[in-house]
């Protein structure tokens, strides 16, 4: 049974979600997990977690890849490393613990003893966590389209939880809609260098507020718009490149280039989206930002429209005569 096939029997998914996760592989690659993470089905650990049922073996921690020792490192060769797609994090006499995208690969497993002359103990790993690792421990650099690794596992922005605290305050002071996108475009382009808001109207999107950019005259059909259509459809986050293909026009204009890292958030109400934030650090720069952090943000934002129009709602009621 197919990975995918064994998350929805589990009831971890659904099929609709392993439909839009497979679609989303052939657009963008990576493995099916890879997607399922990113459209946010799973966690992370979640998967890690089935993985090693799945597979019937263990699974590597964020604690033990937190600070593996240099002694290990430096005991597998980086061509090693970058050829099987392993990481080492403890050797024990005679055995290495590794951690691996292929851990039930018995080919693998026994070049590994052969050329190392270590028995190798297999743990299972998500592409995402290795593909960090394989980074941080060995220099190895992914692909452009995993360039979220960095603010996933270890994000450069750290926020703290007095500013949080402050912020949904604010939020919760709001007088109308304009203080809403004020306070979400600010705090985003504290840690991003572009940032704007687009309405949702009609399946179109138009410019709102921005800084870093000019979105004023902005103005897309979603539909048509590879990036958009996908978070309108699924009222979900994108995250990857800005690529000029058919569609993209608008933004690609707007943006003066192609950034390769991006990020798109719904402002969902009623589940119905609204507004569509859009965040990047400049096309050449990866958006070492906290995602997660974002994405409150944009719940937040998404809750105090929805309060406002409950206000609206009783100063609207007439005493019955």
């Not at 939020?171 to 809609?177: D, I, Y």
């Not at 475009?185 to 950019?213: D, P, Q, S």
């Not at 944009?298 to 019955?320: G, N, Q, T, V, W």
Request: hydrophobic letters at 45%.
């Amino acid at each position: 049974m197919m990975l995918g096939e064994a998350l929805v029997r589990e009831a971890l998914l659904t099929k609709q979600q392993l439909d839009q996760a497979l679609k989303r592989q052939v657009q963008f690659g990576g493995r099916i997990g890879t997607n399922i993470i990113e459209l946010r089905f799973l966690e992370e650990e979640e998967l890690s977690k089935f993985l090693s049922k799945y597979f019937k073996l263990p699974q590597v921690t964020p604690e033990q890849l937190a600070a593996i020792p240099e002694e290990v490192i430096n005991s597998v060769p980086r061509e090693i490393i970058n050829k099987y797609k392993i990481i080492p994090f403890k050797k024990d006499r005679k055995r290495l613990h590794t951690a691996m995208l292929n851990a039930k690969e018995i080919k693998d497993i026994d070049d590994l003893r052969f050329i190392m002359g270590y028995d190798i103990i297999p743990y299972v790993i998500t592409e995402l966590r290795l593909l960090f690792a394989l980074e941080k421990y060995y220099g190895i650099k992914c692909d452009v389209r995993f360039i979220s690794l960095k603010d996933r596992f270890d994000p450069d922005t750290k926020v703290e939880e007095t500013s949080v605290d402050k912020i949904k305050t604010a939020f919760t002071e709001v007088k109308g809609t304009e203080d809403i996108a004020g306070i979400l475009i600010n705090e985003t382009y504290k840690i991003a260098a572009r940032v704007a808001l687009f309405t949702v109207k009609g399946g179109n999107l138009t410019g709102w507020k921005a800084r870093g950019l000019d979105a004023g005259k902005f103005s897309a059909s979603a539909k048509e718009s590879p990036i958009f259509s996908e978070v309108l459809k699924n009222k979900s986050t994108y995250r990857g490149p800005v690529m000029n293909i058919k569609g993209n026009e608008p933004l690609v204009a707007l943006l003066a280039g192609t950034p390769r890292d991006a990020l798109v958030l719904p402002i969902v109400i009623r589940e119905k989206t609204v507004a569509v934030l859009y965040t990047d650090n400049g096309n050449a720069s990866v958006l070492n930002a906290n995602v997660g952090f974002l994405s409150m943000l944009a719940s937040m934002a998404s809750i105090a429209f929805e309060i406002l129009i409950l206000k609206k709602r009783i100063m609207d009621l007439s005493f019955p005569v």
